[in-house]
Nanobody, 131 residues
Framework: QVQLVESGGGSVQAGGSLKLSCKASTNEFASYCMGWFRQVPGKERQGVAIIGADHYMTYADSGEGRFTISRDNAKNTVYLQVNSLKPEDTAMYYC?????????????????????????WGQGTQVTVSS
């Protein structure tokens, strides 16, 4: 079982920035694929950014260029830097994790932006952007 705890959300003006953090409780953090997702009430949860065990990154089209995902394995933490925030970025932001696959001795992540592909979730941190 992996516990994930997000922090860093808040209320900001349009054009502002935030850095979200997600701390994981696991001895195998380096072998997990990590992602950030967001959800608006009444709508489907959507992928924002994924970072693999090999540190490759994938972004949703709406986020690339403004959002940056990173990880610090020594701190068991994944980050999402969000810049130039827009009111439409307002959402609950969730951290998610899934174990990387061990294929031919290598750790492989699907790099999926589909929420159902992830096994573990944090409680979310709210980001509110005012115009």
């Amino acid at each position: 079982q992996v516990q994930l705890v997000e922090s860093g959300g808040g209320s900001v003006q349009a054009g502002g920035s935030l850095k979200l953090s997600c701390k994981a409780s696991t001895n195998e953090f380096a072998s997990y694929c990590m992602g950030w997702f967001r959800q608006v009430p009444g709508k489907e949860r959507q992928g924002v950014a994924i970072i693999g065990a090999d540190h490759y990154m994938t972004y949703a089209d709406s986020g690339e260029g403004r959002f940056t995902i990173s990880r610090d394995n020594a701190k068991n933490t994944v980050y999402l830097q969000v810049n130039s925030l827009k009111p439409e970025d307002t959402a609950m932001y969730y951290c998610a994790a899934e174990p990387a696959l061990k294929l031919s001795g290598k750790l492989v992540c699907a790099m999926s932006l589909i929420p159902s592909q992830y096994d573990y979730w944090g409680q979310g941190t709210q980001v509110t952007v005012s115009s």
